[in-house]
């Protein structure tokens, strides 16, 4: 919070006459989310993975309403909007995902006592994996989502002790489907070649990264001190 507001002043300033607007907000959302969590944490783990097969559910048919009445922006539609409140299912999808893996794989891993996983557990699991993965990529466009959703995936199946074979053909074949996933796409393209070459378009496609690679160059690794920059009032 205290980064964001320092980051922001500038703009919170010409934009909506206070300095600390963001920094006011954030605050706001962050006691929000500090009594989600504490809710969270008096639902009891077995309650939890109860739900499992509930949660994923969910997260499919929000795919499918983001889809239908979401909020674009920019050709990708990933917002519902709820009143003055704006959220993006994708996020609730990444943390049901998560207790849907490690649920369905200690399950079958108790069941079976066995202490590594094979096949016949994560076949389903990527079957599960590839619908979501094809809403979050073509209906929403969020090939970002998609790439935490893999990785998750894989860093559960890897505490799982997936047997090294398929961990080699995991790797293999999303890297495969990563890239043809971006050559689908030319703004995907367009992002990689910008973050090769960000000084080529330093004022649109590569403003953020060469703002990012000025502020270092002013700052060093330890910046310049909290307030003191200017690159923000620019």
């Not at 008096?42 to 559910?57: E, G, L, M, Q």
């Not at 799982?160 to 796409?185: D, K, N, P, Q, Y």
């Not at 960000?198 to 690679?213: A, H, N, R």
Request: aromatic letters at 12%; hydrophobic letters at 55%.
């Amino acid at each position: 919070v205290v980064a964001v507001t320092s980051a922001s002043v500038g703009l919170a300033a010409s934009t909506y006459d206070d300095p600390l607007y963001f920094g006011k907000r954030d605050i706001m959302y962050m006691l929000m989310a500090i009594a989600a969590g504490a809710f969270v944490l008096t639902v009891p783990v077995s309650t939890v993975r109860r739900y499992s097969w509930t949660i994923i559910v969910a997260a499919i048919v929000m795919i499918i309403v983001t889809r239908l009445v979401g909020h674009g922006s920019h050709g990708a539609v990933r917002w519902i909007k709820l009143g003055p409140l704006t959220f993006q299912p994708a996020e609730f999808i990444k943390i049901g995902w998560l207790i849907f893996v490690a649920d369905v794989i200690s399950r079958k891993l108790d069941a079976k006592r066995k202490k590594s996983m094979g096949i016949k557990v994560m076949f389903p699991l990527l079957i599960v994996f590839g619908i979501l993965s094809f809403g979050l990529v073509f209906f929403q466009k969020d090939f970002g989502s998609m790439a935490v959703l893999g990785g998750v995936t894989f860093a559960v199946f890897l505490i799982a002790r997936l047997r090294w074979i398929f961990v080699i053909a995991l790797v293999v074949v999303g890297g495969a489907l990563c890239t043809l996933f971006v050559l689908m796409e030319p703004y995907r393209v367009a992002r990689l070649m910008t973050f090769l070459e960000p000084f080529k378009d330093p004022f649109g496609k590569g403003f953020q990264l060469t703002q990012s690679l000025i502020a270092f160059g002013r700052g060093g690794m330890m910046g310049l001190g909290l307030g003191n920059s200017v690159q923000k009032m620019n």
